[in-house]
């Protein structure tokens, strides 16, 4: 009988309509937080889950995909063109950040998203001026141009940048004083980490390491989670929404020095940034995470140790990176378009669309 009910309710509409109920429009998230593990692979998110005992933030996802991560010429990336990649939707040559092949500057999705009056941020456990923070921001021919990286941060409104690389700012070999000029631009400047997670500042550019900070064992500490929280905290002010990249840098370092306890500190510090980022989303309703990596780092592989006792044991092949796919696992509107197998182009051309951006 109810059966039989449905079916005739279902034609009244059909008839009254001339046409069937439309199918329920997608949400759009407001927000994007995209979280990059620097040189994560596999072994190195499963080498994080056996030593916290299943307890990583990263297992809450449920939209799991991988994207291919060769650059314009080369099978191998590296993180300049891996970000340039995530960041413009275009593949170039390793070194580059955010030029084409060509060496033509191409627009970011952060500055896009800064034009149309998003609200933007980017966090980094490297200098601010290394390549993955780089390719948002800047356009330079080289990732060695730590310099003129730095000064292209005064091209676009940025409203939280947190990172280290002082001395790219402000010890310059052409005499200026980047500070200086973002102070002039409205920018509260601060170069300690108490400073920084404590500012009521609404522009804020932490610079708490000359060069490259410390390891997450050393000074540096947990300083990346609770600068994720702190810039959420201020780019959530605007209602029109915001964008922002935040970087488990030293999880690729690790990798390179193939220390196996080195990448899993680095895993279970970028994990509680993860965490900070799923917890804000969760509550907000609005905001899309997406984490992922540019590459492997090391050909780390897991060949020992023990589940009871929350260790691993791993051999490296090499001391650089490697050409395997890599996950990306996304949770909140829009995520269920970043499972499957796909380019790591196609990832900032998924963000855009998401945040209905043009350039």
């Not at 990059?36 to 916290?52: E, F, H, R, W």
């Not at 314009?72 to 092949?101: H, L, M, Q």
Request: include cysteine; aromatic fraction near 8%.
């Amino acid at each position: 009988m109810k059966n039989c009910l449905l079916i005739l309710f279902t034609s009244f509409v059909i008839s009254c309509n001339g046409k069937t109920p439309p199918e329920p429009i997608p949400k759009k998230p407001k927000n994007i937080i995209f979280l990059i593990g620097d040189g994560m692979g596999l072994a190195q998110i499963y080498s994080g889950m056996v030593t916290k005992g299943d307890a990583l933030n990263i297992e809450r996802f449920k939209c799991i995909g991988f994207h291919k991560t060769y650059s314009f010429n080369n099978i191998i990336t590296d993180s300049a063109a891996g970000a340039t990649a995530f960041s413009t939707g275009e593949k170039t040559y390793n070194g580059a950040i955010a030029v084409g092949p060509d060496s033509i500057p191409i627009e970011t999705i952060l500055e896009t998203a800064e034009k149309k009056g998003l609200s933007t941020g980017l966090v980094a456990t490297s200098s601010i001026t290394h390549a993955t923070p780089a390719c948002f921001i800047a356009h330079v021919k080289s990732r060695a141009l730590d310099e003129d990286i730095a000064s292209d941060f005064l091209k676009t409104d940025i409203d939280v940048f947190i990172g280290g690389g002082s001395s790219f700012f402000e010890k310059r070999t052409d005499g200026k004083n980047l500070l200086n000029d973002l102070k002039a631009k409205g920018y509260e400047v601060d170069t300690t980490k108490n400073e920084i997670i404590s500012s009521k500042a609404k522009k804020l550019v932490g610079l708490y390491a000359a060069t490259q900070p410390d390891s997450a064992t050393g000074v540096r500490g947990d300083i990346l989670h609770k600068a994720t929280q702190k810039c959420i905290d201020i780019l959530s002010e605007n209602q029109q929404g915001f964008f922002m990249m935040a970087e488990g840098s030293q999880i690729d370092w690790g990798g390179h020095a193939n220390k196996q306890t080195y990448i899993i500190q680095e895993m279970l510090d970028f994990d509680k940034a993860i965490g900070k980022a799923l917890d804000f989303a969760e509550k907000d309703g609005n905001t899309l995470v997406i984490v992922t990596a540019d590459h492997e780092t090391g050909g780390f592989a897991i060949t020992g140790g023990s589940i009871k006792d929350k260790k691993v044991e791993g051999k490296f092949i090499s001391t650089y990176h490697t050409g395997v796919m890599i996950p990306v696992f996304a949770y909140g509107p829009g995520a269920e378009n970043f499972t499957g197998i796909y380019q790591n182009t196609d990832i900032y051309k998924k963000m855009m669309e998401e945040l209905g951006l043009k350039k």
